[in-house]
């Protein structure tokens, strides 16, 4: 495990990075509900936009913090950019658009970050950010770690869903589980309403700040729920409710401690799907649990 402080600088880097790639998904991929169709993929190596199309051109981004480098390939031809230390967000903006722009390829994206505390321009900021390789692989590793714990969960329920992957904005790892029950966001917020407008329950893993340096596992209702949902029935012990972010947390530290880290996180997973289930009124749920019918 790796906790926030241990990697704060690098993770900054990458969540930069992530911002560009997304944005140039955002941009360029088809429209789903819930931002689906931003969310970037992980794979061995890292994260990626998986194919785009811009126009009649085919786009492909991928992050591989394995061999510290970004791939951008336009049309099956590929060019790696470093990443390194002493590159500024705006170094790694000017390599990947000129990648994109010399092969003919006419892409623009939003230069603000999304949902991020910093405000400066990405094509503008020329702070050198620091990248530690090792500790981004014990970082990536713990996102796959994850995302393998979510699939396991998600992959068999008979309900609609939005798979795991990265959000770039809040740079966690979630899916989603949906009902098919429509409510609109109370305020005229452009994310916000876009991505909260018919219920769901979204599991999350995310990596930490500076005021909760643990990594951690979350459930978030939508609608929230912002009353005392601290249930006896919720696994394990360690897992609670926090009614003013209307999210129940699981730290990854009482995870790994726990005797079957696996088993510890699908119980969460369960105990707080049955939990909300009935809280948020959903009306009965036990198709979606019904076996596959696959060896």
Known sequence: ?????????????????????????????????QWAHVMLPLTPNGFTTGLLFAEDDLLQLEVDVINSLISVNVNGATENIAIE???SIK???????HSIHSRGVDVTINLKPQEMAYKKLL??????????????????????????????????MRSRKVKPALFWGTFDVAMLVLHG???EFPEDRVIEKAAFDEHMIEYGFWLGDDNVDTPSFFVLPYPFVNKDLNHTSIKPEEAYYDANLSEYFLDLESVMKSENPSKTVQEFFQSTF?????????????????PLKMN
Request: net charge negative; glycine share 2%.
């Open 274 to 290: 049955d939990v909300l289930k009935v809280e948020l009124e959903w009306d009965d749920c036990s198709h979606y649990f019904i």
């Open 123 to 156: 094509n503008e900021d020329d702070t050198p950010l620091t990248f530690n390789q090792k500790d981004a692989v014990r970082g990536l590793k713990l996102f796959q770690l994850a995302l393998h714990e979510q699939m396991k969960f998600i992959a068999p």
């Open 181 to 183: 029950i429509m409510e």
């Open 91 to 97: 170094d790694y903006f000017d390599e990947i658009f």
């Open 85 to 87: 230390t002493s590159k």
């Open 1 to 33: 495990m790796i906790k926030h402080s241990e990697w704060a600088d690098t993770k900054f880097t990458l969540h930069l990075i992530s911002q560009i790639l997304g944005k140039i998904k955002l941009v360029t991929a088809h429209k789903e509900p």
